[in-house]
């Protein structure tokens, strides 16, 4: 059992393995290897064009890498597609906010319970006659402290409220891995120290992977760093020594830029 | 009075059946962004699935189930095998499969059900007309048309707000990249609607085949005003198919009656009569230029 245990907790989340993919002549994942431990924080860090995206990409299963494995929890999805991996525990979310615009809050989080749940027998039930679901969902909203807005329809939330909306959806799916793209984007400073402080709570819970420009945000919160340039991770490291590193200050932070 | 009531009836009855075609083909055009010629070449394969069906059982109900799952196996097979490869691809490419597979369709069709068109009874228990108003006597099968149009109306209401699949369509055509993250695999939703505007089609087909000709093209002609109703109404919007699929029905029933008429009035006889011949047909395209200058979308677009 001990035994068991330990070994569950050494294998990480998420490992990705020597991934590669190009477009052409352009190598956009270059050799990648990055480990996501569970309950690990990690930051994944780069300059715009570095190919975080495209390596977001790969890891959520939309795109297919050219080389190289992606295990989930230790086993390896780099052959199954997006839906799949979601029902595997990987939930994410999007750099431009991907919620259902006619739908309320309260819906939208109704939706990623209804989807766990899977199971084609009931699809002609009433989503919003469950009970169960509803308390549910409702009590995701309060986690990410949209409790009072269950009934307005996301075209009537704040962009800040929206993007905690999407992670109360992709927390309802229940995740292991939580992919978070950007979530800062876009935010004012109040709104992103208020979205810190939200993943300050749910660090520890989950593994996550969060891709951020703001680095108060990443120095903050993760665990680890993984900087990525020119589709290579040159750097993982403690937020300490990715601070002091003088090739990620270089190729990243610029060396006038004060940390 | 008399006429305009039995008018009004007509336009009703073929409004009924023009929302069974547009209702599937708003939601596959709207949700699924596929422009599907093959359509009508659906609810052509149901007319003859049913026909044949009664030739050879006699039994209506029997018509009925052949309709359906005649079409709505035509439909997956059609959506597994070309459509599902085009969603990412741009509409041209749609038209041309589509179009490849109206031309195979009514090829397959006189090849499996022969060239001369088969004839079918309006039922027994359908046969017979009504007294709707004293001095109006008006066929039952019609009635019935009008009421299985109604019925539909309530269940695809009932459908899409009301069940877990209905969300996860209206969902999967507000943002599909949020469903698939969440693991709902969305080719199959997909497959999914695409059956369900075949099994509608093949309810139009089964209903049309005692009141029109079951022949080679018949799809083809619905399936133009089809695309007129669903633009009409505002694409990928049910309620906007059902408004639509009843104008359109009421103008051409009126049309068909009072503008012969009123032109007469205006105009001498011969320029009347070729005159209305033209504007009669032409009729539910002026309807759609009209609504369209108001409402660039159509009356109930899906999302403003």
């Not at chain 1, 990987?90 to 991907?98: K, N």
């Not at chain 1, 919160?221 to 601070?243: K, M, N, P, Q």
């Not at chain 2, 709902?184 to 085949?209: E, K, N, P, Q, S």
Request: proline letters at 4%; hydrophobic letters at 50%; aromatic letters at 6%.
């Amino acid at each position: 059992m001990t035994d068991a245990l330990l070994q569950n907790a050494a294998t990480p989340v998420l490992a990705i393995e020597g991934l590669r993919k190009s477009f052409g002549a352009l190598v956009a994942t270059d050799n990648v290897s990055l480990e996501v431990g569970p309950g690990e924080l990690h930051a994944l860090i780069g300059p715009n064009g570095a190919g975080k995206s495209t390596l977001i990409t790969q890891i959520c299963g939309e795109i297919r890498p050219n080389a190289g494995r992606i295990l989930f929890e230790g086993r390896d999805v780099t052959a199954l597609r997006a839906p799949a991996r979601a029902r595997l525990g990987l939930g994410r979310t999007f750099q431009i906010t991907q919620l259902c615009p006619d739908f309320t809050a309260i819906e939208n989080v109704l939706l990623s319970i209804e989807a766990r749940h899977g199971g084609s027998f009931d699809m002609l039930s009433n989503p919003r006659r469950n009970a169960a679901h509803l308390e549910l969902a409702r009590n995701w909203l309060d986690q990410v402290g949209l409790a009072a807005q269950g009934d307005r329809t996301v075209a009537q939330l704040a962009h800040g409220e929206r993007r905690q909306l999407e992670i109360a959806v992709a927390l309802a799916r229940q995740p292991k891995l939580l992919l978070l793209d950007e979530p800062m984007a876009g935010m004012g400073a109040e709104e992103s120290m208020s979205l810190t402080r939200l993943l300050q709570s749910l660090k520890r819970r989950y593994a996550i992977l969060l891709v951020e420009h703001d680095m108060d945000a990443v120095f903050a919160l993760a665990d680890r760093i993984s900087v990525l340039v020119y589709g290579r991770v040159v750097f993982t490291g403690t937020v300490e020594e990715v601070r002091e590193h003088p090739e990620v200050r270089a190729a990243y932070l610029g060396e006038d830029r004060p940390c | 009075m008399i006429l305009l009531i039995e008018q009004v009836l007509n336009g009703l009855q073929y409004g009924a059946m023009l929302f069974m075609l547009a209702s599937g083909l708003t939601l596959i055009f709207g949700i699924m962004g596929v422009i599907n010629l093959t359509h009508g070449s659906l609810y052509m394969v149901g007319a003859y699935c049913a026909a044949s069906a009664v030739l050879q059982s006699g039994s209506f109900l029997v018509g009925i189930a052949a309709a359906l799952a005649g079409a709505g196996l035509y439909a997956v097979v059609i959506e597994l095998a070309v459509v599902q490869w085009l969603y990412r691809r741009d509409h041209l490419y749609q038209v041309l499969a589509t179009l490849g597979l109206i031309l195979f369709t009514n090829e397959a069709v006189s090849l499996i059900f022969g060239r001369r068109p088969p004839l079918m009874d309006i039922p027994p228990f359908l046969q017979g007309s009504v007294t709707v108003l004293p001095g109006l006597d008006y066929p039952l099968m019609r009635l019935a048309f009008i009421g299985v149009g109604g019925l539909v109306a309530v269940g695809l209401w009932l459908l899409v707000n009301h069940t877990r699949l209905g969300m996860l369509v209206r969902a999967g055509a507000d943002d599909r990249e949020m469903v698939s993250a969440l693991g709902v695999d969305i080719r199959r939703l997909y497959t999914l609607v695409f059956g369900l505007g075949g099994l509608l089609c093949g309810l139009a087909g089964v209903m049309a085949a005692p009141l029109l000709a079951v022949e080679i093209g018949m799809g083809e002609r619905v399936l133009i005003t089809t695309f007129v109703v669903i633009v009409i109404g505002g694409v990928g919007s049910i309620r906007g198919a059902l408004v639509g699929a009843l104008l359109v029905g009421m103008v051409d029933g009126l049309g068909r009656a009072y503008l012969p008429q009123g032109l007469q009035m205006l105009l001498p006889p011969s320029v009347a009569d070729t005159l209305s011949a033209g504007l009669v047909s032409a009729s539910i395209y002026v309807l759609m230029a009209i609504v369209l200058l108001v409402r660039p979308l159509g009356l109930l677009p899906a999302r403003s």
